[in-house]
């Protein structure tokens, strides 16, 4: 696992736009696996910079969605398909035929999961999945004791998430309680990881992930079994490191050509 420290949201952004930007220039058709929250957006944005400077083709871009809530009547403004239509595809002039999502509103749930699951494989697998992370160390939609083999399914959300999510709702009474993740298998299977984090608010989170046990009790430390990982936090949200000195400076000496 790679850990980068950087100094703020709008470095975070620009660093990982950049690996983005790297990787549709290696493969156009790359299949980019996006997050939702208030984390990912400056890498968005950045994204966005470069190709309305013709920096960037994302003319051959596939993206696809991490997680998605339950219930929600297709085409509500919370939902994750919207938010990341919003967010992502629209800044980014790419079309919904290019973006693949599960159908949190399906009759039947299970088949939804088991669809979305075979519609990544034949798209060739995620070349780069972009995380955010949890209060309690969730990435996705995979809450504490997620089993770190699970594949797409139906979630419940702990009570701290819901208040966590509340702000994109009237209130906690309207965010869903349940939800549709790509599991911990699922999510370990894409080639090149992305894990972004910012603010004290995840400093406990961040240290579990990286300097604690692999464990199901902090579902995002099975990025350590990954062999392509890459841990983008600042300075706040790094601040219960105990190696941040040796992640700054292993940083600090790789050579530019390298990458994320
Ligand atoms: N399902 C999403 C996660 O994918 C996201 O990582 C998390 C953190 O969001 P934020 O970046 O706003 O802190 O929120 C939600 O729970």
């Known amino acids: 696992m790679e850990v980068v420290i950087v100094a703020d949201a709008a470095a975070q952004g620009e660093l990982v736009a950049s690996a ?29 910079t470069k190709v309305g400077a ?5 003319s051959r871009l596939k993206v696809c969605q991490l997680d998605e809530y339950v219930g929600l009547p297709a085409g509500h403004p919370e939902s994750y398909r919207e938010v990341l239509k919003r967010e992502v595809l629209a800044p980014l002039g790419i079309g919904d035929e290019a973006f693949l999502g599960p159908d949190g509103s399906a009759e039947d ?5 088991a669809a979305y699951e075979q519609r990544l494989a034949d798209a060739g697998g995620v070349d780069l ?15 504490p004791v997620s089993s770190l083999a699970s594949r797409t399914r139906i979630k419940t959300l702990t009570e701290r998430t819901r208040v966590d999510n509340a702000r994109f709702f009237n209130g906690l009474d309207e965010v869903p309680r349940h939800v549709i993740t790509q599991g911990i298998g699922t999510i370990l299977q894409a080639r090149h ?11 406990e989170a961040v240290a579990a992930t990286v300097e604690g046990p692999v464990s199901s009790m902090v579902p995002a430390s099975a990025l350590q079994m990954h062999p392509h990982a890459t841990v983008v936090v600042d300075e706040a949200a790094a601040q219960q490191l105990k190696l941040a000195d040796y992640y700054k400076a292993t940083y600090a000496s790789k050579p530019a050509w390298q990458g994320i």
């Open 109 to 113: 749930l299970p088949a939804a999961c």
């Open 193 to 203: 990881l992305v894990l972004l984090a910012t603010g004290a608010g995840k400093a």
């Open 54 to 58: 013709g920096q960037v083709d994302v």
């Open 129 to 143: 999945q972009l995380l955010g992370i949890g209060t309690d160390g969730h990435i996705g939609f995979n809450e």
């Open 20 to 48: 983005v930007a790297e990787l549709i220039a290696r493969k156009p058709d790359a299949l980019f696996g996006v997050a939702t929250g208030s984390t990912p957006l400056p890498v968005y944005q950045a994204l966005a």
